[in-house]
């Protein structure tokens, strides 16, 4: 009999389906999906305080804490991290794998297992996994950005929140931008300015789905993240579509932070960068270096005389409103230090400096003029010097001569550039030599220095010299007569904070030729730090 190929392949197949069947359990067991317990639940802002700045702290417990996403890693723009906030405030999640958490998903996170922790200065969880600490509760809830200025992001007090800026605009240089650089996957970071000149960064990833797109050349509205690097606040965008800049640009009032023109003091915050600058304020406060931590007070008596804090309003205490400006040692801190002068708490002072970071917040540093009761030091109105070297990138015009030791005068980075020489707990002696000065035709010559100087053991170890007689060519130790000047002001000695000198009278070298000297010494067991930032000259008589 035959038999079909194709009746013979049906029957073994039926078979295989009847043995297989016998080996199916009708009760099989459904995966056990792991309980995530509530436990405590904590706010972000109790967080905070469990959490200060500088400090790590892991969980061990169950403690959670609820919270509504407000930006998720879809777009690029993060990555294994999103942005969370519950009724008050705001926080960055670090997740350890991409995606799971979507904008508008309502969850409880356990803690447990995770990490508080701080990195340049965001406050963040850390090591959070979707799978094993996270339950979402609800989604598609939509979280109202909070409306603010530019100003008010300065108090970091909307730090991880979402924020609307109203009526802004990117500055006129970065129009013709995209948000980042695709090709090349770098960061973008572009600047939002407001009408009365303040700015803020807009940073924007490589990888963001909206990275090549053009910025929109116009005025309007944005809506994004507010955070941090360091000091500086930054901006991070969802999507391109929440910058809505379609009305039109407007001319930005922009402060000359001259002494005519000063910076506000919350302008200076917004704005803390630049040299030179002028800013205007009340005298309302001093940081505090006797305690530790250091701290701001506002509530005389002062124990530091080395700073104050100023602000738009005599009566102002949060420090956040406030900008901290270093005296340097000399007439500016005899003058203005609130510890030995109480009764200028409260004055209005004009102080002039650059703007940068000083305790971790806005500041101003080397602050080298003051105006305050209708007196003061106003660089500005001084004369340009006729020689000057500021050590930007190397010695300049000044040569080393190296006569004891194995330690040399080199240069660095500090104060924008210096001079530096160091013992190292070492036999040296070192000098730094201007070439030739001719002053046969000036009058009234005077010379500043700029300097720095740390683990001072005498100031005989670092002498500013002038002869008239060196050959230019021989070792300093072997030639000339070389005259020390003194009596003029120099750092304290046991920090790192440049100082001017003010001007020191060598008029009595008018009509001849010299040499400007830097002598170190130093021994095995005296060895002090010198940076030196700039010397000059300058023609009085021309004031």
């Given amino acids: 009999m035959k038999i079909d190929k194709i009746t013979i392949g049906a029957l073994l197949i039926i078979g295989m389906l009847i043995s297989l069947g016998g080996c199916i359990k009708d009760d099989y067991e459904t995966p056990t999906i792991p309980e995530i317990p509530l436990g405590k639940v904590m706010t972000i802002q109790q967080l905070r305080d469990l ?12 403690t959670s804490v609820v919270v509504v ?7 690029g723009n993060l990555y294994k991290e999103v942005y969370a906030q519950d009724a008050n405030e705001g926080i960055l999640v670090r997740i350890t794998s991409p995606g799971g958490l979507y904008q508008g998903d309502s969850i409880y996170i356990n803690l447990k297992g995770t990490t508080l922790k701080y990195y340049r200065k965001v406050f963040q969880i850390d090591s959070v996994s979707v799978d094993d600490n996270i339950v979402k509760r609800n989604v598609g809830i939509n979280t109202a950005p909070e409306v603010v200025s530019i100003s008010d992001l300065s108090t970091w007090d909307y730090q991880a929140k979402l924020i609307k800026l109203e009526g802004v605009q990117f ?3 970065d129009t013709s931008k995209t948000y980042a ?10 600047t939002i300015q407001d009408e009365n000149g303040n700015s803020v960064i807009l940073r924007t990833s490589g990888y963001a789905k909206f990275a090549r797109q053009n910025v929109p050349d116009g005025r309007g509205s944005i809506t994004a993240i507010a955070t941090r690097y360091d000091d500086i606040v930054q901006l991070a965008i969802r999507k391109a579509q929440e910058v809505e800049f379609d009305g039109p640009r407007f001319t930005p009032t922009i402060l000359a932070g001259s002494f005519d023109e000063p910076y506000t003091v919350m302008y200076a915050i917004n704005n803390n960068t630049g040299s030179g600058k002028w800013v205007e304020g ?6 505090e270096t006797n305690v530790d931590p250091f701290a701001p007070s506002f509530t005389a008596p002062f124990a530091t005389n080395s700073n104050v804090i100023i602000a738009d309003s005599p009566t102002e205490t949060n420090i956040s409103n406030c900008l901290i400006v270093q005296l ?10 609130l510890k030995t002068n109480p009764t200028n708490l409260g004055k209005q002072i004009k102080l002039r400096g650059n703007l940068v970071a000083y305790f971790s917040s806005p500041g101003m540093k080397e602050t080298n003029g003051y105006w305050l009761n209708g007196t003061g030091i106003n660089p500005d109105d001084q004369i340009a010097p006729f020689f000057e070297e500021n050590f930007k990138t190397t010695l300049g015009v000044f040569t080393a001569h190296n006569i004891l030791g194995s330690q040399v005068w080199k240069w660095e980075f500090y104060d924008d550039g210096c001079a530096v020489m160091n013992g190292s707990n070492a036999a040296n002696e070192d000098w730094l030599i201007s070439p030739q000065i001719d002053l046969t035709s000036r009058v009234d010559v005077n010379l500043t220095i700029r300097e720095a100087i740390n683990y001072i053991t005498s100031y005989n170890d670092l002498k500013v010299l002038v002869s008239a ?13 070389w005259d020390e000047l003194t009596g003029f002001t120099r750092p304290v000695g046991n920090n790192w904070n440049f100082s001017e000198s003010g001007y020191i009278d060598i008029s009595q070298y008018d009509g001849q030729k010299i040499y400007i000297g830097l002598k170190y010494t130093s021994t095995a067991g005296t060895s002090a730090a010198w940076e030196v930032g700039k010397v000059t000259l300058t023609e009085l008589s021309k004031k």
């Fill in 51 to 62: 959490c200060p700045p500088g400090n790590v702290h892991k969980f061990t417990g169950d």
């Fill in 69 to 75: 996403v407000t930006m998720d890693d879809k777009s």
């Fill in 171 to 173: 500055v006129e240089s």
């Fill in 181 to 190: 650089d695709a090709d090349n996957l770098e960061y973008g970071e572009l």
């Fill in 282 to 287: 009340y005298l309302v406060g001093v940081y």
């Fill in 328 to 337: 340097p040692a000399g007439d500016i801190r005899n003058a203005v230090n």
């Fill in 469 to 481: 007689d060196y050959d230019g060519v021989s070792l300093p130790s072997e030639s000339g007569v």
